[in-house]
């Protein structure tokens, strides 16, 4: 192991002394059944609502129609109407379903109203935990996420300290002391050469090869360090002691700040017309420089007149040649009362940066938090190991739609004997989810079943259709961290389709989903069934329509009017409560009412028939004499609705 000192450190006592499911979707016909598959339960559903009948359920089965069907702005219009009207009905699953379909649509606040509702109700899913914004907990941020990041130390065999890397085209420039350039001076305390700008190309594995020092006026005596170019490449903004015109000035405390400076590239290829910025100041340090994405402003670190902590990130609007709007400090959500340094913007709107104010491992950890409303990282986030450790950690960049990036650490070695090393990092995030679909009561693999895999926008990945086994398997699914939905389908044999979401955690590398299907328990003449009817109750003793009833009903009514070949037979029953012969009186009345009232709709009364049942076909034990419970009873007080060829 080389023996070195920090370089970095050294500007960092410069700074401190400166700046210091799909389980209740409805069901669509099948051929098997009969000559019934013209039946459109959505159609129903849509006419029911129209003629003025709603509930719950009836909301919830649209949403769910168009929710599975990717039709997301649909979707967000009921689930909108169940929520709103419905609070006391609305089981978990709806409030995650509303929040995807308004995400789909780019409501990102109403997305986030109703995943906060999920996780009041749902605190103990995966999904609620992964979305929990107090993630930073030391256990969870030691936790290994190697399968997600490979990071390589690029410089472990230079001499000196390398470290600030920033992207220059198809190059990195970075600040070292590990090379000479011509009349570079040699710093009292390590005696090694003040740090200058280099470049060099970048090898296949990441590496820095051609390296070469920055041609022109941008290197002086002093250290200059971590660069940001415009992405015309013509322009650069860097951070050099306070040293200008071969003067090094000092401030009221005789120490030498920090400052950024301009340079622009001649048509020869050096960089020359260096000057300073005009928010510069001798008694505080302003350094490590970069440019949002359309360059309208420049982000810093200084310790300013106004800096919450040792040092915080300020920007500044950029107006024309040399001219910048006042500093404006980014806030306490960022700036704490410890250091915040080394900004990076990426080309996603993200900005990381480093802090040993933010929980973290160690020394200075990174950190990233977007720019952009609806963006990824909605608050400060900690990137955990291996991209942070126990010591400092900074000068982050990276190209997130490339997954690579670069990082500046003093990880290895012991205290006294490190300096900082470049770390070239890959985001190697290659997941694979698998599983079996089979018969929820049998067991049995479902062969032919379709099996899709969505991303977090409810865009369908792939879909495969499995074999004999059951069995599914997509790989190599990009986005470690990243949350996934499994759904299974079996249309051929009416199975309720099923979805499972999946978030799947850094450090793993496959996840097991195995969905159950849950088989048709309809008859293949029951519409009732098939329309998903709610209950149709009535009153103790009583035989007239009440208006819950009404809203089942209205959807038999809708099926008729659609489907003129509908003709239905109305079945009645009751409990075994009472007299049996006032039982079969009481049903028979039931099922007249019944049919009267979708005469009084406009059925013609030649399609319709009714009988009642009394307490002849119980579905349960509860007979004459038997002590059962009112739910069970309410099991047998039904109405069937029959279809008659």
Same mark, same amino acid.
């Given at each position: 192991?080389?023996?070195?000192?920090?370089?970095?450190?050294?500007?960092?006592?410069?700074?401190?002394?400166?700046?210091?499911?799909?389980?209740?979707?409805?069901?669509?016909?099948?051929?098997?059944?009969?000559?019934?598959?013209?039946?459109?339960?959505?159609?129903? #559903?849509?006419?029911?609502?129209?003629?003025?009948?709603?509930?719950?359920?009836?909301?919830?089965?649209?949403?769910?129609?168009? #929710?599975?069907?990717?039709?997301?702005?649909?979707?967000?219009?009921?689930?909108?109407?169940?929520?709103?009207?419905?609070?006391?009905?609305?089981?978990?699953?709806?409030?995650?379903?509303?929040?995807?379909?308004?995400?789909?649509?780019?409501?990102?606040?109403?997305?986030?109203?109703?995943?906060?509702?999920?996780?009041?109700?749902?605190?103990?899913?995966?999904?609620?935990?992964?979305?929990?914004?107090?993630?930073?907990?030391?256990?969870?941020?030691?936790?290994?996420?190697?399968?997600?990041?490979?990071?390589?130390?690029?410089?472990?065999?230079?001499?000196?300290?390398?470290?600030?890397?920033?992207f220059y085209g198809d190059k990195i420039v970075y600040a070292s002391s590990s090379k000479n350039t011509e009349g570079a001076k040699v710093h009292e305390w390590t005696g090694l050469p003040y740090l200058d700008l280099f470049e060099a190309e970048i090898?296949?594995?990441?590496?820095?090869?051609?390296?070469?020092?920055?041609?022109?006026?941008?290197?002086?005596?002093?250290?200059?360090?971590?660069?940001?170019?415009?992405?015309?490449?013509?322009?650069?903004?860097?951070?050099?002691?306070? #040293?200008?015109?071969?003067?090094?000035?000092?401030?009221?405390?005789? /120490?030498?700040?920090?400052?950024?400076?301009?340079?622009?590239?001649?048509?020869?290829?050096?960089?020359?017309?260096?000057?300073?910025?005009?928010?510069?100041?001798?008694?505080?340090?302003?350094?490590?420089?970069?440019?949002?994405?359309?360059?309208?402003?420049?982000?810093?670190?200084?310790?300013?007149?106004?800096? /919450?902590?040792?040092?915080?990130?300020?920007?500044?609007?950029?107006?024309?040649?040399?001219?910048?709007?006042?500093?404006?400090?980014?806030?306490?959500?960022?700036?704490?009362?410890?250091?915040?340094?080394?900004?990076?913007?990426?080309?996603?709107n993200n900005l990381y940066f480093s802090s040993d104010g933010h929980v973290g491992l160690g020394g200075l950890d990174v950190f990233v938090i977007s720019l952009d409303k609806g963006g990824k990282y909605k608050s400060v986030t900690n990137l955990k190991?291996?991209?942070n450790s126990s010591q400092d950690d900074f000068g982050f960049i990276f190209k997130e739609n490339q997954k690579i990036g670069y990082l500046s650490s003093n990880r290895e070695g012991t205290q006294g004997s490190i300096s900082d090393d470049i770390y070239?990092?890959?985001?190697?995030?290659?997941?694979?989810?698998?599983?079996?679909?089979?018969?929820?009561?049998?067991?049995?693999?479902?062969?032919?079943?379709?099996?899709?895999?969505?991303?977090?926008?409810?865009?369908?990945?792939?879909?495969?259709?499995?074999?004999?086994?059951?069995?599914?398997?997509?790989?190599?699914?990009?986005?470690?961290?990243?949350?996934?939905?499994?759904?299974?389908?079996?249309?051929?044999?009416?199975? /309720?389709?099923?979805?499972?979401?999946?978030?799947?955690?850094?450090?793993?590398?496959?996840?097991?989903?195995?969905?159950? /299907?849950?088989?048709?328990?309809?008859?293949?003449?029951?519409?009732?069934?098939?329309?998903?009817?709610?209950?149709?109750?009535?009153?103790?003793?009583?035989?007239?329509?009440?208006?819950?009833?009404?809203?089942?009903?209205?959807?038999?009514?809708?099926?008729?009017?659609?489907?003129?070949?509908?003709?239905?037979?109305?079945?009645?029953?009751?409990?075994?409560?009472?007299?049996?012969?006032?039982?079969?009186?009481?049903?028979?009345?039931?099922?007249?009412?019944?049919?009267?009232?979708?005469?009084?709709?406009?059925?013609?009364?030649?399609?319709?028939?009714?009988?009642?049942?009394?307490?002849?076909?119980?579905?349960?034990?509860?007979?004459?004499?038997?002590?059962?419970?009112?739910?069970?009873?309410?099991?047998?007080?039904?109405?069937?609705?029959?279809?008659?060829?």
């Open positions: 192991m080389k023996t070195r000192f920090p370089i970095y450190s050294i500007i960092a006592i410069l700074w401190i002394c400166n700046m210091s499911a799909q389980e209740n979707k409805i069901k669509k016909a099948n051929e098997d059944f009969y000559n019934y598959d013209y039946i459109d339960a959505r159609k129903i #559903y849509l006419k029911v609502v129209e003629d003025g009948y709603e509930s719950a359920q009836v909301f919830k089965k649209l949403g769910d129609t168009y #929710y599975y069907n990717s039709e997301y702005v649909d979707a967000a219009v009921w689930y909108k109407r169940l929520v709103e009207q419905y609070p006391d009905d609305v089981e978990p699953e709806y409030y995650y379903r509303a929040a995807q379909t308004l995400k789909s649509v780019g409501d990102y606040d109403g997305a986030k109203t109703m995943m906060d509702r999920f996780m009041a109700t749902s605190s103990g899913s995966g999904i609620a935990k992964n979305y929990m914004e107090d993630s930073a907990s030391l256990e969870g941020l030691t936790e290994s996420s190697s399968v997600r990041y490979k990071v390589k130390n690029i410089t472990d065999g230079f001499a000196g300290s390398d470290f600030g890397p920033s090898g296949e594995d990441g590496s820095l090869i051609n390296v070469s020092s920055l041609r022109g006026d941008i290197n002086s005596p002093y250290h200059e360090s971590s660069a940001a170019f415009s992405r015309d490449g013509q322009t650069v903004y860097f951070t050099r002691n306070n #040293y200008i015109n071969g003067k090094k000035k000092r401030g009221k405390q005789r /120490l030498v700040s920090l400052k950024i400076f301009k340079a622009t590239k001649n048509e020869n290829g050096s960089w020359d017309n260096v000057v300073e910025l005009p928010f510069n100041g001798d008694s505080y340090s302003t350094a490590h420089p970069t440019l949002n994405i359309d360059e309208t402003r420049l982000y810093f670190s200084s310790n300013r007149e106004g800096t /919450l902590g040792g040092s915080d990130l300020w920007y500044v609007d950029v107006l024309g040649d040399n001219l910048y709007g006042d500093p404006v400090n980014l806030g306490p959500e960022i700036n704490t009362e410890e250091r915040e340094t080394f900004p990076f913007i990426s080309d996603n190991k291996p991209i070239a990092i890959v985001e190697n995030c290659e997941i694979t989810i698998q599983g079996i679909i089979t018969d929820a009561k049998t067991g049995i693999p479902l062969e032919g079943s379709l099996v899709a895999l969505l991303n977090n926008d409810n865009e369908v990945m792939a879909q495969k259709n499995v074999g004999k086994d059951g069995s599914y398997r997509f790989e190599k699914l990009p986005d470690c961290e990243q949350q996934y939905a499994v759904r299974a389908s079996n249309n051929e044999k009416e199975y /309720l389709p099923k979805e499972e979401l999946v978030a799947s955690p850094a450090g793993v590398e496959s996840v097991q989903v195995d969905l159950a /299907l849950t088989p048709p328990d309809c008859a293949v003449d029951d519409l009732g069934c098939r329309l998903d009817l709610q209950p149709i109750y009535f009153d103790f003793d009583k035989h007239d329509i009440r208006q819950d009833a009404e809203v089942e009903l209205a959807k038999i009514l809708q099926a008729m009017k659609e489907y003129p070949q509908l003709n239905i037979h109305i079945e009645s029953h009751t409990d075994s409560r009472g007299d049996d012969s006032y039982n079969m009186q009481l049903s028979e009345r039931r099922a007249q009412s019944t049919l009267e009232w979708l005469v009084k709709k406009g059925i013609d009364r030649k399609r319709l028939t009714a009988k009642g049942y009394g307490e002849s076909r119980l579905i349960n034990d509860c007979k004459n004499d038997i002590n059962c419970s009112e739910e069970n009873h309410q099991l047998n007080r039904r109405s069937m609705f029959i279809i008659q060829d």
